[in-house]
């Protein structure tokens, strides 16, 4: 059951206002997508690793050694906010 | 040459006998852009740098430098795509602002092979759609008929390749962002096998899906873009060591001998009487020139849509958490900033930047991650997802490419389905399960609706065997209905 309480606990957890309309939405199209897509529970899936990556391709390790690609000036030159080299945020509690 | 239809091949050549110069090509493309993209909204931002880019491949040939198979050919980059010193949004206003502080790996080859970046191309926002309606950046027009939708996610690209506004574009495939697109606007449009092309630079959807590739006009320019893209890189584990085949050189319409699988699954569905007609008559094509029809079965693509959207929506949620208002994007203003909750900091930031789909997904993911629900959806959707790709690998004992429909309809008039999520992810029904499986799959512009809209085949093929399907469709190429025309826009 896909209510307004379960749309507030969902957006609390995914860090996502959505405003009181919003919830009135997704709660419905969430359920009607929901109750779609429930139809794969039928599946008898007993014993089946679920496939997380879809080809077979050997791991692969990159030599653990600290290369300078960006400078810092470039890594923050996107921020919102910054102060010098560092990320700015408002203070919180 | 007519610059305007000249393939990959013809204005590289070109170029570097110096019977036009790369500058002069941009030029010619750069008037294209400006004439006509006002009607389509394909661009989100231009290079500006083009014309000194350009110059400096003018100025490498001078020298007598190799500068690759692609020297001087203009090309647009979708969004998703880091492309240095440009904005890379993702069609999402929560990355309005963002540069690139570097190049995708994509770019990154597609550089060295010679290309001119020209811009930036319009996408559903975090590739989340299939009509390019969900874009911050406003919705594209189909070039055919600009009441329509060009297809989503990548119909930024699929639209400026069909009105010919560039040589080459690129886009990404998660659950047919490329097929679908390139059918609805008559381009062919190639997802190579997941871990073909590496991901590294291009923003995240879902990363056990997501795969780029080219939207061109020609199957030879399709492969030899893939030659170019192709390949291990150390920057993405899910990179694949095998060696890149030559696919341009080796590629033939031949398809005598073939075996041409049809999946009952695929054939029982209701398709659009133009659709329908175009698959019977490439099926008929196909007969003519040699190859063999065989009866395959998949059963549980049945329930791919469902599948995938469990899947991507999951990883979505996951893959963009990242997006707090830190770093980089959007940052909601706080009024007071003396103190803070920090969860309002992230909500309230996330919710102004992202889009009503985009917050639809990150919910639905959510709630399948959570607890409670992980085993009957995110691990429920894994194990049927294993058992989809069992089933194509027997299928693939028994046949050399699966044809079907890209999608069960011509593209649709814009806002007519974007009301309605549900419908609109089944319109993806066709095209999903190829990457849930992570196999190749193509769309070759085959068929034209009674209305004048193109329609392509969708060819499916083993992971790694690029070569089969690009044969195929080449052979379908030959005899297209689309061969020769073009959109109105032109």
């Known amino acids: 059951m896909i209510d307004k309480k379960t749309i507030e606990h969902i957006a609390k957890l995914a860090r996502l206002h959505v405003t009181d309309e919003e919830a009135q939405e997704y709660s419905a199209q969430l359920a009607k997508a929901l109750n779609h897509f429930e139809q794969i529970s039928k599946i008898n899936t007993a014993g089946v690793e679920p496939l997380i990556t879809p080809t077979e391709i050997e791991a692969y390790w990159r030599e653990d050694v600290v290369k300078q690609e960006f400078t810092a000036e470039e890594m923050t030159a996107n921020a919102p906010a910054k102060a010098g080299n560092l990320f700015k945020v408002p203070p919180v509690v | 040459m007519d610059l305007t239809f000249a393939s990959i091949s013809e204005i590289s050549d070109a170029v570097k006998a110096k019977k036009v110069s790369a500058k002069e090509v941009t030029k010619h493309f750069q008037g294209r852009i400006e004439n006509l993209d006002g009607k389509l909204n394909s661009f989100t931002s231009k290079n500006e740098n083009a014309l000194q880019d350009a110059e400096a491949i003018d100025s490498r040939i001078a020298k007598g430098e190799d500068v690759g198979p692609m020297a001087g050919v203009p090309f647009g980059i979708k969004e998703m795509l880091c492309a240095k010193g440009m904005k890379a949004t993702a069609g999402s206003k929560i990355l309005e602002n963002f540069v690139a502080p570097y190049d995708s790996t994509v770019v990154a080859r597609l550089k060295k092979a010679g290309i001119v970046v020209m811009g930036k191309l319009n996408q559903d926002e975090f590739a989340m759609g299939s009509s ?50 390139a059918s609805f606007c008559g381009v062919v449009g190639v997802k190579p096998t997941y871990g073909r092309v590496s991901r590294y630079g291009i923003i995240a959807y879902a990363s056990s899906l997501d795969q780029a590739g080219p939207m061109v006009s020609s199957v030879k320019d399709a492969a030899l873009t893939m030659e170019v893209i192709s390949g291990f890189d150390d920057r993405d584990s899910t990179t694949t060591q095998k060696a890149v085949p030559q696919w341009s050189k080796n590629l033939k319409a031949d398809v005598k001998g073939l075996k041409i699988g049809l999946m009952k699954e695929y054939m029982k569905g209701s398709l659009h009487p133009d659709v329908q007609k175009t698959v019977e008559n490439s099926i008929e094509t196909l ?46 203003e706080i009024k007071n900033l003396s103190a803070i909750e920090l969860e309002d900091f992230y909500g309230l930031t996330r919710g102004e930047g992202f889009g009503k789909e985009v917050k639809r997904r990150i919910m639905l993911g959510t709630y399948c991650l959570s607890s409670g629900y992980y085993d009957a959806y995110y691990n429920k959707a894994g194990q049927v997802r294993r058992l989809i790709m069992n ?49 190749p799959g193509l769309s070759v512009p085959f068929g034209m609706s009674q209305d004048g809209l193109p329609i392509g085949i969708q060819l499916t093929a083993g992971h790694f065997e690029e070569q089969k399907m690009l044969d195929v469709a080449a052979a379908l190429e030959s005899a297209s209905a689309v061969k020769g025309k073009h959109p109105h826009v032109i």
């Open chain 2, 287 to 332: 007969k003519k020139m040699g190859a063999e029809i065989v009866e395959v079965s998949v059963p549980m693509t049945e329930f791919a849509v469902p599948v995938y959207y469990l899947v991507a929506a999951s990883e979505a949620s996951s893959n963009l958490a990242r997006y707090d208002g830190v770093k980089y994007g959007h940052r909601a």
């Open chain 2, 132 to 181: 390019n309606e969900t874009s911050y950046f406003g919705a594209v027009k189909n070039p055919w008929n600009l009441e329509c939708v060009p297809g989503g996610s990548s119909g930024g690209s699929a639209a400026a390749q069909a009105a010919r506004l560039v040589v080459g574009t690129i886009g990404t495939d998660t659950g047919g962002s490329i097929r679908q697109p």
């Open chain 2, 391 to 439: 089933q194509y690998l027997e299928a693939f004992k028994s046949c050399d490419v699966i044809l079907s429909a890209v999608t069960t309809a011509p593209a649709f008039k814009i806002g007519e389905r974007i009301s309605d999520p549900l419908t609109m992810y089944l319109n993806d029904i066709f095209t999903t399960s190829t990457n849930l499986a992570g196999l």
